[in-house]
């Protein structure tokens, strides 16, 4: 069984930047795909950003690419979610995904372990 424990979330002001952070553990996070995803209440889960197991390879919603950098150290089983240029639309729950040595994906429905969230509010 694999947990996820977000950590980071806040507040902060249009154009400012934040930094969210996964730690896994049941698991050598090595062998995990890991992803970011958000969700605004009454809306559907969105796609972030996902990121292979070595790191070599990153994905990014268009909505978020080129303002959001996807890294990790499996070392410290953490994956980090670097947001700059932050918009008041990126306010949301961030959710930490993972799945078990397979390839990185978008796709929300393909990641078996969750993290319980955290908060992102981006002020005008």
């Known amino acids: 069984q694999v947990q996820l424990v977000e950590s980071g979330g806040g507040l902060v002001q249009a154009g400012g930047s934040l930094r969210v952070s996964c730690t896994a553990s049941g698991r050598t996070s090595s062998t995990l795909v890991m992803a970011w995803f958000r969700q605004v209440p009454g809306k559907e889960r969105e796609s972030v950003a996902a990121i292979s197991r070595s790191g070599g390879n990153t994905f990014y919603a268009d909505s978020v690419k080129g303002r959001f950098t996807i890294s990790r150290d499996n070392a410290k089983n953490t994956v980090y979610l670097q947001m700059n240029s932050l918009k008041p639309e990126d306010t949301a729950v961030y959710y930490c995904?993972?799945?078990?040595?397979?390839?990185?994906?978008?796709?929300?429905?393909?990641?078996?372990?969750w993290g319980q969230g955290t908060q992102v509010t981006v002020s005008s």
């Open positions: 995904a993972a799945r078990l040595n397979l390839g990185a994906s978008l796709n929300p429905q393909l990641y078996n372990y």
